[in-house]
T-cell receptor, first 115, second 116 residues
Framework: DTAVSQTPKYLVTQMGNDKSIKCEQN?????MYWYKQDSKKFLKIMFS???????INETVPNRFSPKSPDKAHLNLHINSLELGDSAVYFC??????????????FGPGTRLTVT | GENVEQHPSTLSVQEGDSAVIKCTYS??????FPWYKQELGKGPQLIID?????GEKKDQRIAVTLNKTAKHFSLHITETQPEDSAVYFC???????????????FGTGTRLTIIP
């Protein structure tokens, strides 16, 4: 009974291609996130969505475009992939009350390798 | 913005001994401090968290302490076991003004190895 799932788990592609990563949560949470974890394990937030609305956009290149068709799904589309995009991308979700932080539940990650 | 520093980056302890990981944060408005454990090939998982109105919290072998004045917080694992081997991340967050902008800023991680 997976709480936060991502597909695919591994993605190998060439520079210049366009790819998408999908995320789904069955926890009923209103807020979802995308994080990037680099080769040194550093975790950095990219985006957050609340009820399908973009809330946080952390100076991510506009080649990255998140899309939330409904509050249970948050997808990440990446155009014109570059070598530096190679990383593990994590989706997360969280219950929210305005002004209060709560536990974030992370998915298993998608390892993206750009060659 | 918030900056979270975490030390040490690697830590090896004998099974049964205690492990301590320390973090400092810069934003005095931060009020939520979770600790995540990341096992190989998996996503981070919350193991314990603390809010700024509390100085210490325990859950079995795990405890977290918070010093708001000094802006640092620590994770303590007692009676360590091989399954405690993982990467541990601290994080800090301040309550946002709107839904969804309560951003977690993570530390750089500590790779903990338990030596049998």
């Amino acid at each position: 009974d997976t709480a936060v799932s991502q597909t695919p788990k591994y993605l190998v592609t060439q520079m210049g291609n366009d790819k998408s990563i999908k995320c789904e949560q069955n926890l009923g949470h209103d807020t979802m996130y995308w994080y990037k974890q680099d080769s040194k394990k550093f975790l950095k937030i990219m985006f957050s969505y609340n009820n399908k609305e973009l809330i946080i956009n952390e100076t991510v290149p506009n080649r990255f475009s998140p899309k939330s068709p409904d509050k249970a799904h948050l997808n990440l589309h990446i155009n014109s992939l570059e070598l530096g995009d190679s990383a593990v991308y994590f989706c997360a979700s969280s219950p929210q009350l305005a002004g209060v932080s709560y536990e974030q539940y992370f998915g298993p990650g998608t390892r993206l390798t750009v060659t | 913005g918030e900056n979270v520093e975490q030390h040490p980056s690697t830590l090896s302890v004998q099974e049964g001994d205690s492990a301590v990981i320390k973090c400092t944060y810069s934003d005095s408005a931060s009020n939520y401090f979770p600790w995540y454990k990341q096992e190989l090939g998996k996503g981070p998982q919350l193991i314990i968290d603390i809010r700024s109105n509390v100085g210490e919290k325990k859950d079995q072998r795990i405890a977290v302490t918070l010093n708001k004045t000094a802006k640092h917080f620590s994770l303590h694992i007692t009676e360590t076991q091989p399954e405690d081997s993982a990467v541990y991340f601290c994080a800090a967050s301040r309550g946002g003004s709107n839904f969804g902008n309560e951003k977690l800023t993570f530390g750089t991680g500590t790779r903990l190895t338990i030596i049998p």
